[in-house]
């Protein structure tokens, strides 16, 4: 069973999910581009669910028919 942790991710654990480079990250971060991060001190951390509703975003329409 994953523990509640396994659902904020780290920029790296990001970054290879996304299979981007991390600077990749910093910038979309930079930008206002990539997903919403949570501060925690001076660490970011990124909710799976957040990280999955902006990809979500990110897909090309639907073209019609």
């Known amino acids: ?18 299979r981007v480079p991390v600077a990749t990250i910093y910038n979309w971060r930079w930008a ?10 001076r660490h970011l951390r990124y909710r799976r669910s957040d990280v999955e509703a902006w990809l979500e975003q990110q897909a090309d329409p639907i073209p019609a028919a």
């Open 1 to 18: 069973m994953d523990s509640p942790r396994s659902d904020l991710w780290t920029t790296e654990m990001l970054a290879d999910h996304l």
């Open 32 to 41: 206002g581009k990539g997903p919403r991060a949570i501060r925690v001190g």
